[in-house]
């Protein structure tokens, strides 16, 4: 009766793993008797562990491809509206968090439609970076923040800081019956 020796020699209860040992370059072909490998109910975790990093980092990252191209589509919108002829452009400073930019959405497309032969109208979020050339240009420290530009892009004027939604309506529609006046007197 042959006895069948065991492949993997029995492991000790204590294991002295020193530092340098892993800074080696050149280390030693035999394998390390310090391997400790946890029971099945870590690994899994450890797998779930990973698959939850990967998927929300492959979310953060398609995020961030949208906001991009919102951004991109954005800043060429801006450099039309400079470039239509029109006599003016009115720059729309909103952030997406912000509930009283949202609910004006509505409201600032029915302006940008009943004023369309003189008016162009432009969205920029004030959260990304790329427009902060605009926001320092024009002083807006504050969301939602309408600007009124000629077609030159000079600031003609912009709405004050916003207290209600009744509030920032009311600025928007002095803005534009200014630059009305503007044009009836010009």
Request: with cysteine; net charge positive; aromatic share 10%.
């Amino acid at each position: 009766m042959g006895l069948i020796p065991n492949p993997k020699p029995k492991q000790g209860v204590f294991c002295l793993k020193w530092p340098w040992n892993d800074a080696n370059p050149n280390p030693s072909p035999s394998p390390s008797p310090c391997k400790f490998e946890g029971p099945w109910p870590f690994k899994s975790l450890q797998n779930l562990g990973l698959i939850a990093f990967h998927f929300a980092s492959s979310v953060s990252s398609r995020k961030k491809k949208t906001s991009l191209a919102a951004s991109e589509a954005e800043q060429r919108a801006f450099a039309s509206a400079l470039a239509s002829g029109k006599e003016a452009t009115l720059v729309e400073f909103y952030s997406p968090k912000c509930g009283l930019c949202n609910s004006l959405l509505k409201f600032v497309s029915e302006v940008e439609t009943r004023n369309s032969h003189w008016l162009n109208v432009v969205m920029a979020d004030a959260e990304n970076p790329n427009w902060l050339p605009e926001l320092l240009n024009y002083d807006v420290s504050y969301v939602p923040c309408f600007v009124l530009l000629d077609n030159n892009g000079k600031a003609l004027a912009k709405t004050g800081v916003p207290n209600s939604r009744l509030h920032v309506i009311a600025g928007l529609t002095h803005l534009l019956k200014m630059k009305r006046r503007q044009q009836n007197n010009g």
